[in-house]
């Protein structure tokens, strides 16, 4: 006899009275995932965040035996960020990878990780956010009703691109037209430095860069890499003006849904690839200048000092201390060291 594969776990129950007694030799991989949960990421496959979350998911599956299914949507191929993000608090995405500073429009302190030198480099600001500023970052966004895993995933000190010049000092960005993400903190950013930011989702930004909307961005080296932003970008400018890195987002009624254990196994599995995935984009940060250097970019390094001048000056770290609130940014102070 062929047992044909159920289309769902229900109309096989409900079909195969009969079969019931074969139902014991179907071995775990061909049965049916009790959740079949989307995650969705902005970036292409091959970048490593997109690398370890494959792995990631591929061990939740076997180690359920099957019952959680995750399938991977990479390039934003669910929408742009802000949509992904209305599509994961309705329930229509399960996990989401998001950066704080996107974030903010839900959660406002979440984009206290990208505020302009803020941290030496990357290892220095996951000191800050895997302690008591992401605990507190973590209980603003479970306040609104999602779930936040303990460990972000690493994106990296951002540097900027440009069709039309290279940035030296802070006085190239005078009325310079640069993407930024959308978030509120990136624009007031780039305005404090004197340009002209425009927030655009990442999955317009190649084409917004190709068409000339916009004459920069600014992103860490394994994005500008894998995402090819090198084919529409010629200079690229070294300043490490901010760090970014990602939360893995659930949402809520579809965490609460799984068991105990299949929570348990996701929470370990995501600890773990994390923490690879951090190493490995650290790694590939450190060597692609070179590389990207030799497709073609004219590499410098900005003399950021002018830079910093014009945060201070135009009062970009004292408003964001009032908009944070005095206990979020003494946790940020406590680990930087006085910004305002
Ligand atoms: O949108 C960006 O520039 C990116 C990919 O770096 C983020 O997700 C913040």
């Known amino acids: 006899m062929t047992l044909r594969p159920p289309h769902t776990r229900r109309q096989f129950l409900a079909g195969s009275a009969a079969a019931l007694g074969t139902i014991t030799a179907i ?12 995650y969705a990421s902005n970036l292409s496959v091959d970048h ?3 690398v370890y979350m494959r792995q990631c998911w591929d061990a939740v599956r076997h180690e359920t035996g099957g019952r959680l299914d995750v399938a991977i949507f990479p390039n934003s191929e669910l929408g742009g960020d802000t949509a992904v993000l209305s599509q994961l608090r309705s329930g229509a995405v399960q996990f989401f990878s998001l950066d704080g500073g996107i974030l903010q429009g839900v959660v406002p302190v979440a984009a206290i990780q990208g505020i302009g030198f803020a941290f030496k480099d ?14 507190y970052v973590r209980k603003e966004i479970a306040a609104k009703g999602l779930y936040v895993h303990p460990k972000m995933w690493e994106n990296g000190m951002r540097q900027i691109t440009s069709s039309s010049k290279p940035i030296h000092t802070a006085a190239d960005l005078n009325n310079f037209t640069i993407r930024t993400p959308a978030g509120a903190l990136w624009v007031d950013l780039f305005k404090s430095f004197g340009a002209s930011p425009t927030p ?30 090198y ?25 609460q849904a799984l068991p105990a254990d299949v929570r348990a196994i996701v929470d370990r599995n995501l600890t773990k690839y994390a923490l690879q995935q951090r190493r490995a984009t650290a790694e590939r940060n450190a060597s692609l200048a070179d590389q990207l250097a030799r ?46």
């Open 231 to 255: 084919e529409v970008q010629h200079y690229l400018s070294v300043t490490n003006h901010m760090w970014s890195a990602y939360h893995l987002l659930g949402n809520n009624d579809a965490w």
């Open 295 to 340: 497709r073609g970019m004219a590499v410098s390094v900005a003399e950021t000092r002018s830079f910093r001048t014009r945060l201070e000056t135009s009062g970009f770290y004292s408003r964001w201390k009032t908009a944070f609130g005095p206990t979020a940014w003494e946790l940020l102070e406590n680990h930087t060291g006085k910004l305002a």
């Open 200 to 229: 655009i989702n990442f999955n317009e930004t190649y084409t917004a860069l190709q068409t000339k909307v916009v004459d920069g961005e600014e992103n860490p080296y394994a994005i500008i890499d894998s995402a090819h932003l």
């Open 27 to 38: 071995r775990a991989p061909a049965r049916a995932a009790t959740w079949n949960y989307r």
């Open 48 to 50: 490593p965040l997109n």
């Open 122 to 135: 990357s290892a220095d600001a996951f000191r800050a956010l895997d302690g008591p500023l992401g605990d």
